[in-house]
């Protein structure tokens, strides 16, 4: 069966909790159906939550910025949640940036910035 | 890989948004896994979305009331969403009952009585 990461809505915003290992594939089908559905559902913000996530190497970041660039440039907000000390440890030393999304402690910051929670 | 769903947490309550046919053992590790979860971080709410899954049996479903008792017996709620109307007329004709937990239209009502979405 064709691994595929959910992506649930709330209100007109869009969440995707990655709890396994980005590899290269899962990625690029993220940004595709995730373009498709702001689309659809007109959504306001998209939320990745990475907290689960262990390793984030140098292309899965460029994927990362890409889906927010290609949010922000449909009009939405993206946020990446939850990176641990040690990925962003790593991001640094590999000289990375992550300068196409916003970024949060976690997930409640993230919707109380999109202004969804109570 | 082992299949497991994503069990994502909004405040002090939990999400589940089932997007793949659910057979017995992953039902079952998701009763297992849910349950742990709901005391850790002191749940007061359990939210599965269904709105995905399109076939529901009777074991299925014994086991979603069984989370539902579950959770409730550690003084949490349990809302169900998203049962499409196929789903809905099948349990019906089944003659199954969802008596241990809410149900509710979809995720946005769930949470708007859960009291979390502004």
Do not use: W
């Not at 899962?26 to 939320?47: C, F, K, P, T, W």
């Not at 889906?67 to 000289?95: D, Y």
């Amino acid at each position: 069966m064709e691994q595929e990461l959910p992506i649930i809505q709330i209100r007109n915003c869009l969440l995707v909790s990655i709890q396994t290992e980005l590899h290269d594939r899962l990625a690029l089908d993220l940004q595709a159906s995730l373009m498709e559905r702001v689309r659809n559902v007109n959504a306001r913000g998209v939320i990745l939550d990475v907290s689960a996530v262990e390793v984030i190497d140098s292309y899965i970041t460029r994927i990362l910025n890409d889906i927010g660039k290609s949010v922000r440039f449909m009009g939405a907000e993206c946020f990446i949640v939850g990176i641990r000390p040690a990925v962003a440890m790593t991001l640094i030393e590999m000289g990375v940036e992550l300068d196409s999304v916003n970024t949060a402690l976690n997930l409640d910051l993230a919707l109380e910035r999109l202004e969804l929670l109570q």
